[in-house]
């Protein structure tokens, strides 16, 4: 009688995928896939031909919107996903708002955030978490460039692999195989005898294309594949995540260790006791001159004082908030120490306050600029992080959450800010000065500035350009109806405004 051996402890791992152990023949693709991908280049051609009629030869605004809600449709028609639509299109709208308010670099992070952030969501599903999203948002950023070219590739591996062979000539292939040589003959061949024969270069001379023109003809071309290239991945699903594995230390490994530069148990004591004491003289020195109304020294203004301390002080802080991330792991050492370092982020606050006050004092003497306005918004902003950083230390929260809530202070503040006219700010701001008045300056701010300009003699205003609704912007709208009801007034009252 003959006994089966049978070998115990096999991994099911091993069990469900030994296939290669079998003699049967590998399956070809479903015919499910085949026209799962049949849409997705069916919907690819009708998005470029779409974006074609929305981008090609004019000029941006409300159609960036338009072609994103289109996307983010024929994603959910494709995809079928369990998710209710009103999430990710809620999220999309939000992330549109600044496009519609104004067309800018700004606004356009934002629409792409709000785009990728609503075909993950549809990607994975009801359930997924904030954390998911932007990691699966991400990855679809990542496969922008090669994705197309990547699936095409193994979409052309796999038709040759799953090809019987045979000596049989059939497709594509085989037509090109069969006439790619003498089509190319006739091609030289013909190009030879038109050089030498005058009567053909005389009827080659004669045949006219009608409008069209090769240039044109390449850049729409070129324009067609880079859409393609584009529209691709926010298509087809993302592509699962590789696992990763520990990499080993490289030499520069080490170089963003606190214990690089020096920060150990006995250093962050001696460095929080000295740096509180320089930060404590500067703070003394603002609250005599700044606060207190002391006379500065001979020769020195308060415009000098403001303009030479407002930036390097807001540097300063940034390295504060840095030093008290690297210092929290030896607060638990000496129960002085975290006191100390909240001493110490708390003088930095008071610094960033003292450099806006400085900001504001030379920005009254010699005006507004995109910078000063900038830097302004950036003080506030490394200020409440150092409050949060603080807190962190005090509450004993994770590095993740300062993380997470400095972020979304970023992207908060940078959202507030897509919806605020600085050039139109600026301009009424420096020209409501009394004296020192630079409208050379203001002059040059541009076409949303134009209403506040109307005012100044001798100042070349270009109002903004709306060509039609592709371009349209509510920014641009406004300023333009400011500047309509500026002109009916200017005429008289025989117009009124409508």
């Given at each position: 009688?003959?006994?089966?051996?049978?070998?115990?402890?096999?991994?099911?791992?091993?069990?469900?995928?030994?296939?290669?152990?079998?003699?049967?023949?590998?399956?070809?693709?479903?015919?499910?896939?085949?026209?799962?991908?049949?849409?997705?280049?069916?919907?690819?051609?009708?998005?470029?031909?779409?974006?074609?009629?929305?981008?090609?030869?004019?000029?941006?605004?409300?159609?960036?919107?338009?072609?994103?809600?289109?996307?983010?449709?024929?994603?959910?028609?494709?995809?079928?996903?369990?998710?209710?639509?009103?999430?990710?299109?809620?999220?999309?709208?939000v992330g549109s708002l600044p496009v519609i308010e104004h067309l800018q670099a700004l606004s356009v992070f934002f629409l792409a955030l709000g785009l990728l952030g609503s075909l993950a969501w549809i990607a994975l599903g009801d359930r997924a978490t904030l954390a998911q999203v932007a990691r699966t948002g991400g990855l679809i950023l990542r496969s922008v460039p090669l994705r197309g070219a990547r699936d095409l590739w193994s979409r052309r591996h796999r038709a040759v692999a799953l090809r019987?062979?045979?000596?049989?000539?059939?497709?594509?292939?085989?037509?090109?195989?069969?006439?790619?040589?003498?089509?190319?003959?006739?091609?030289?061949?013909?190009?030879?005898?038109?050089?030498?024969?005058?009567?053909?270069?005389?009827?080659?001379?004669?045949?006219?294309?009608g409008t069209f023109n090769p240039q044109d003809a390449l850049h729409r071309f070129l324009f067609w594949i880079g859409m393609a290239i584009l529209i691709w991945p926010l298509l087809v699903p993302p592509l699962p995540q590789r696992q990763t594995y520990p990499r080993k230390p490289g030499p520069l490994s080490g170089l963003f260790h606190a214990q690089t530069w020096g920060v150990n148990r006995t250093s962050t004591g001696n460095a929080?006791?000295?740096?509180?004491?320089?930060?404590?003289?500067?703070?003394?020195?603002?609250?005599?001159?700044?606060?207190?109304?002391?006379?500065?020294?001979?020769?020195?203004?308060?415009?000098?004082?403001?303009?030479?301390?407002?930036?390097?002080?807001?540097?300063?802080?940034?390295?504060?908030?840095?030093?008290?991330?690297?210092?929290?792991?030896?607060?638990?050492?000496?129960?002085w120490l975290k006191p100390l370092l909240i001493l110490w982020l708390a003088q930095n606050v008071a610094l960033v306050l003292s450099s806006l006050l400085r900001l504001e004092l030379y920005t009254s003497a010699y005006g507004l600029t995109f910078l000063r306005v900038h830097a302004a918004i950036w003080m506030g902003v490394v200020a409440i992080g150092l409050i949060l950083v603080a807190w962190q230390i005090s509450r004993t929260k994770s590095n993740l959450w300062l993380m997470a809530r400095c972020t979304a202070l970023g992207l908060g503040v940078l959202y507030a800010c897509a919806f605020v006219n600085f050039a139109d700010l600026i301009v009424r701001?420096?020209?409501?000065?009394?004296?020192?008045?630079?409208?050379?300056?203001?002059?040059?701010?541009?076409?949303?500035?134009?209403?506040?300009?109307?005012?100044?003699?001798?100042?070349?205003?270009?109002?903004?350009?709306?060509?039609?609704?592709?371009?349209?912007?509510?920014?641009?709208?406004?300023?333009?109806?400011?500047?309509?009801?500026m002109d009916q007034a200017e005429v008289g009252h025989e117009y009124p405004r409508r």
């Amino acid at each position: 009688m003959t006994q089966v051996f049978e070998v115990r402890g096999l991994p099911a791992s091993i069990a469900q995928d030994s296939w290669w152990l079998e003699d049967t023949p590998r399956q070809t693709p479903s015919l499910r896939y085949g026209n799962r991908r049949a849409y997705w280049l069916s919907a690819l051609f009708g998005l470029i031909a779409f974006a074609d009629l929305l981008f090609f030869d004019h000029r941006k605004g409300l159609s960036l919107v338009i072609f994103a809600v289109v996307v983010l449709a024929a994603a959910w028609v494709l995809r079928a996903p369990k998710v209710h639509w009103s999430g990710p299109a809620s999220l999309l709208a939000v992330g549109s708002l600044p496009v519609i308010e104004h067309l800018q670099a700004l606004s356009v992070f934002f629409l792409a955030l709000g785009l990728l952030g609503s075909l993950a969501w549809i990607a994975l599903g009801d359930r997924a978490t904030l954390a998911q999203v932007a990691r699966t948002g991400g990855l679809i950023l990542r496969s922008v460039p090669l994705r197309g070219a990547r699936d095409l590739w193994s979409r052309r591996h796999r038709a040759v692999a799953l090809r019987p062979q045979s000596d049989a000539t059939f497709g594509i292939s085989a037509t090109l195989r069969a006439w790619g040589f003498p089509l190319g003959g006739i091609l030289i061949l013909s190009a030879l005898l038109i050089e030498a024969n005058p009567v053909f270069l005389h009827w080659t001379n004669a045949i006219r294309l009608g409008t069209f023109n090769p240039q044109d003809a390449l850049h729409r071309f070129l324009f067609w594949i880079g859409m393609a290239i584009l529209i691709w991945p926010l298509l087809v699903p993302p592509l699962p995540q590789r696992q990763t594995y520990p990499r080993k230390p490289g030499p520069l490994s080490g170089l963003f260790h606190a214990q690089t530069w020096g920060v150990n148990r006995t250093s962050t004591g001696n460095a929080l006791i000295t740096f509180n004491l320089l930060l404590g003289l500067q703070t003394i020195l603002d609250a005599l001159y700044l606060w207190g109304g002391a006379s500065l020294p001979e020769g020195m203004s308060y415009a000098t004082y403001a303009h030479r301390g407002a930036y390097p002080l807001l540097i300063t802080a940034l390295l504060a908030g840095a030093f008290a991330l690297a210092a929290r792991p030896h607060l638990a050492i000496k129960s002085w120490l975290k006191p100390l370092l909240i001493l110490w982020l708390a003088q930095n606050v008071a610094l960033v306050l003292s450099s806006l006050l400085r900001l504001e004092l030379y920005t009254s003497a010699y005006g507004l600029t995109f910078l000063r306005v900038h830097a302004a918004i950036w003080m506030g902003v490394v200020a409440i992080g150092l409050i949060l950083v603080a807190w962190q230390i005090s509450r004993t929260k994770s590095n993740l959450w300062l993380m997470a809530r400095c972020t979304a202070l970023g992207l908060g503040v940078l959202y507030a800010c897509a919806f605020v006219n600085f050039a139109d700010l600026i301009v009424r701001s420096n020209l409501s000065r009394s004296d020192n008045v630079d409208t050379y300056y203001a002059c040059q701010f541009g076409p949303m500035a134009a209403a506040a300009l109307q005012d100044i003699p001798d100042c070349h205003i270009i109002a903004p350009r709306i060509d039609g609704w592709r371009d349209w912007g509510f920014r641009s709208w406004r300023v333009l109806d400011i500047l309509a009801s500026m002109d009916q007034a200017e005429v008289g009252h025989e117009y009124p405004r409508r």
